[in-house]
C-alpha cells in the first residue's frame, strides 16, 4: 500500500507540475501574439526631443510661398546636410506625408511624419527629407536656438 500512495502521490505532484508548465506557456504565448501584433518603436528609433525653452529665428520656405510641397522640394533638403551648431529644426507637415532621415546619431532612423508627426532636427546630425511616393505634401522647416547663444549666420542654398 505504500507503493501504491507513493506512486499516486507522484503522479498528483506530475499532474501539477504539467498543469502549471501548461499555464505559464499559454501566458507567454497570449503575450507573443498581443506584442507582435503592436507596431512598437525601438528604443533607436525614438524621435529627438526639441529643447523646451529654444526661440524660433527663422522659418523656411520665406516669403511668399506658404509650403513646400512634393515639387518644390530644394535639392539641399533632399540631400544628406545638416545645421550649425546650436541650431535646432522642426519639420511641420500641413498635408500628406514626409520621409525623415536621420542619419546618425542616438536617433538614428527613418520618420514618416504627418500632421500629427513632426520632425525634430537637433544641431549637427545629418539628415534628409523625402517626399513619399504617390503622396502629396506640404510641410515648412522652423529653426531654433537657444537664448543668448549669440547670432544666427547661416547660408541656406537653395531656400
Known amino acids: 500500500m505504500i507503493q501504491a500512495s507513493a506512486l ?3 503522479i498528483v505532484n506530475l499532474d501539477w507540475k504539467i498543469m502549471t508548465a501548461s499555464l505559464l506557456l499559454a501566458i507567454l504565448l497570449s503575450w507573443l501574439v498581443v506584442v507582435s501584433s ?3 518603436t525601438p528604443l533607436h528609433m525614438k524621435m529627438a526631443t526639441l529643447p523646451f525653452n529654444v526661440v524660433k529665428y527663422s522659418q523656411v ?4 510661398k506658404p509650403c513646400f510641397t512634393q515639387n518644390s522640394i530644394p535639392k539641399g533638403l533632399l540631400r ?15 498635408r500628406g506625408k514626409l520621409r525623415y ?3 546618425e546619431g542616438m ?13 525634430i532636427i537637433e544641431p549637427q546630425v545629418y539628415h534628409s ?3 513619399v511616393e ?3 505634401v506640404e510641410f515648412v522647416v522652423e529653426f531654433y536656438r537657444l537664448p543668448n547663444t549669440g547670432p544666427v549666420q547661416e547660408e541656406r542654398e537653395g531656400l
Open 8 to 10: 499516486l502521490e507522484a
Open 101 to 103: 532621415t536621420v542619419d
Open 107 to 119: 536617433h538614428k532612423g527613418v520618420y514618416n511624419l504627418n500632421e500629427n508627426t513632426r520632425g
Open 80 to 94: 544628406r546636410h545638416n545645421t550649425k551648431q546650436g541650431t535646432w529644426g522642426v519639420i511641420n507637415v500641413q
Open 38 to 40: 503592436m507596431r512598437l
Open 129 to 131: 527629407v523625402a517626399p
Open 134 to 136: 504617390n503622396e502629396e
Open 61 to 64: 520656405p520665406a516669403g511668399n
